[in-house]
């Protein structure tokens, strides 16, 4: 069985420019979550899909990210315009009970 | 709020010694525990959890946490180390019950002197 995958692996853009990520969960996985780690942080919260609906999305830092979440299947996470705080690794996962989370190995996103 | 507090940022070992490291948490009843690894240039892997029962949790790798609720403690321990447990340690916790969005340690960094 596939894993969470993430596309791009790495993404280097520069400040005002527009990125997308994309993550596809676990196949049957109804919950898909993004978190984001920026440089000497902890891994935070972004937010929460159940199939299609965002459940919480209470850690989006602000209206320059939008998520998405197509036919309750794949995710992606759109910034723009990209900002230099922005500059992290995002990660994806996904859940079948809503309790165990498997990840993805996550896109590292450098603004420039 | 929660909060996840990994107190060693870097740990140091001989390969084969044994492994501690700390994981405690701010919370007012039980939550989820987990503890995720990350090898370099990978993503997060999953080592364990608990939910309830058994205090003393089993994982991959050769690794065990036991929770502590006197403590508000989730420490992952193994008995010896191997030069490949080099990696990136991460203790989270979830509110059962909850939306069960992970809160997340800082993170142990693990050297393995060979």
């Known amino acids: 069985e596939a894993g969470v995958t993430q596309f791009p692996s790495h993404s280097v853009i520069e400040k005002g420019q527009t990125v997308t990520l994309r993550c596809d969960p676990i196949?049957?996985?109804?919950?898909l979550y993004w978190y984001r780690r920026v440089m000497g942080k902890e891994i935070k919260f972004l937010l929460h899909?159940?199939?299609?609906?965002?459940?919480?999305e209470s850690g989006m830092p602000n209206n320059r990210f939008l998520a998405e979440r197509t036919g309750g299947t794949y995710s992606t996470l759109k910034v723009q315009p990209a900002e230099l705080e922005d500059s992290g690794v995002y990660f994806c996962?996904?859940?079948?009970?809503?309790?165990?989370?498997?990840f993805g190995p996550g896109t590292r996103l450098t603004v420039l | 709020a929660q909060s996840v507090t990994q107190p060693d940022i870097h740990i140091t070992v001989s390969e084969g010694a044994s492994l501690e490291l700390r994981c405690n948490y701010s919370?007012?009843?039980?939550?989820?525990l987990f503890w995720y690894v990350q090898s370099p240039g990978q993503g997060l892997q999953l080592l364990l959890k608990?939910?309830?029962?058994?205090?003393l949790v089993q994982g991959i790798k050769g690794f065990e946490a036991e929770f502590k609720r006197s403590q508000s403690s989730f420490n992952l321990r193994k008995p010896s180390v191997h030069w490949s447990d080099a990696a990136e340690y991460f203790c989270?916790?979830?509110?059962?019950?909850?939306?069960?969005?992970?809160?997340f340690g800082a993170g142990t960094r693990l050297a393995v002197h060979p």
């Open positions: 996962a996904s859940s079948q009970d809503g309790r165990t989370q498997y």
């Open positions: 196949s049957g996985h109804d919950n």
């Open positions: 899909f159940v199939k299609e609906s965002k459940q919480d």
């Open positions: 919370y007012g009843a039980t939550p989820y």
């Open positions: 608990y939910f309830s029962g058994d205090t």
């Open positions: 989270a916790v979830a509110i059962s019950g909850g939306y069960n969005k992970l809160i």
